[in-house]
């Protein structure tokens, strides 16, 4: 290692070239649209079917695009970013912050899906509840054949 920074492994460089459809995909985003609570970044909202962003295949719906062509995104209005992506050229580098891969209940954790506690004494509770009824039922039954 030559001591120099890298970028984290969660930052990637894209470069897109310009289709007939543009770049292929919308953003999100701006000072002015926040699409993240207390983030003024600028996000992929969607990748257009067969657009430039999906035949490539690296740039993803939820990723931050943190530059366009060397420009950074980070507070600016929304209709200055998306100037931003009209003027930019045939070819497009984009510096891409890439969302967090998520299992189907939103976590974040790798680990697999765990009954919660709470989940779990509430079974415990039903089938204790039945036990008591049926104890209850069963009891009378038999008291009344006695």
Partial sequence: MNGSLRPSPSVVDIKLKRGPAGLGFNIVGGVDQQYVVND???YVAKIKE???????GRLQEGDKILAINGVQLEDLMHKSAVDLFRMAGEDVDLRVLKKLLQNDNGSTDPQPDQPSPALSLGVLL???GAAVLFSFVYTRHIRKHF
């Fill in 40 to 42: 003024n970044g600028i």
């Fill in 50 to 56: 067969d657009g430039a962003a999906a035949l490539d």
């Fill in 126 to 128: 039903a089938l204790a």
